[in-house]
């Protein structure tokens, strides 16, 4: 009943509501009534849960695939190292080696606070690893950085970073080690609440430093290292 209310009665959040009905499988008829929208519009609301529908029973499939980005939009045969995952048991277009392999965090979209200084930290890590004869796997969604350039890493996954990547992306690759102390608080985030036994040079009392500026700031004093007067 609340609900209904709150469709009837213009609001700012309105919409929300309506498409919470949607999500009870309310038809387009009975929410015209109650809202008195006209149907084209409630149409395409209801679309979105349609699409939001597919999308989480497509989430919820464990099989995944990864296929190549064609970054040359089929002007001529490239063989980039471009990736990205699909719901489904399909061919992988994965370049194959027998090398070893490290994962990098990377630190995903540009925001306050969390921007290119993460991204050039990735980029100098991968470009070392390859250095010494490893193949590095740099994790991303942000194609806006050059972590994401075509020669920077041996292979590159556009996908969110989110835990549910990082799992199959170890269970495929079988990378020995992950770095994600150098993409911020979204690698930082990402694996703070999941036991990933293959981290580089990190644990979590390291992690719970470098997520809090107190605990940060202190242990720089610790250390005896010098820092900016405005740094915190």
Same mark, same amino acid.
């Given at each position: 009943? @609340? ?11 309105? !919409?929300?509501?309506?498409? =919470? ?20 519009? #409630?149409?395409?609301? @209801? ?12 989430? %919820? ?8 980005? =064609?970054?040359? *939009?089929?002007?001529?045969? +490239?063989? &980039? ?17 027998? %090398?070893?392999?490290? #994962? ?16 050039? +930290? ?18 991303? +969604?942000?194609?806006? &950085?050059?972590?994401? =350039?075509?020669?920077?890493? *041996? ?30 608080? &979204? *690698? ?11 981290? #580089? ?8 430093? +470098?997520? *809090? ?7 720089? @004093?610790?250390?005896?290292?010098? !820092? ?5």
């Amino acid at each position: 009943f @609340k609900l209904i209310k709150k469709i009837i009665i213009p609001n700012s959040k309105r !919409i929300f509501y309506i498409l =919470d009905a949607f999500r009870m499988n309310f038809s387009i008829k009975n929410v015209f009534i109650l809202s008195k929208i006209d149907p084209w519009f #409630l149409y395409y609301i @209801k679309e979105i849960i349609n699409y939001e529908k597919k999308f989480f029973k497509f989430n %919820n499939n464990n099989k995944l695939s990864f296929k190549k980005i =064609d970054s040359c *939009s089929n002007e001529f045969v +490239c063989s &980039t190292s471009y990736l990205y995952s699909i719901s489904g048991n399909y061919n992988n277009e994965i370049r194959y080696s027998i %090398n070893k392999k490290i #994962l990098i965090i990377g630190s995903g979209v540009n925001r306050i606070g969390q921007s290119l200084e993460f991204d050039y +930290c990735c980029t100098k890590a991968s470009k070392f690893i390859k250095k010494i004869g490893i193949d590095s796997i740099i994790l991303n +969604c942000n194609p806006e &950085t050059v972590s994401t =350039d075509y020669d920077v890493s *041996s292979q590159l996954i556009f996908d969110p970073i989110i835990k549910k990547n990082i799992f199959f992306i170890l269970n495929y690759f079988k990378p020995i080690f992950i770095i994600s102390q150098l993409g911020g608080q &979204t *690698s930082l985030n990402t694996i703070k609440y999941n036991n990933f036994t293959k981290q #580089l040079s990190i644990n979590n009392l390291i992690n719970n430093i +470098c997520n *809090s500026k107190i605990k940060f700031n202190n242990f720089l @004093k610790i250390e005896k290292l010098n !820092i900016f007067k405005n740094f915190f």
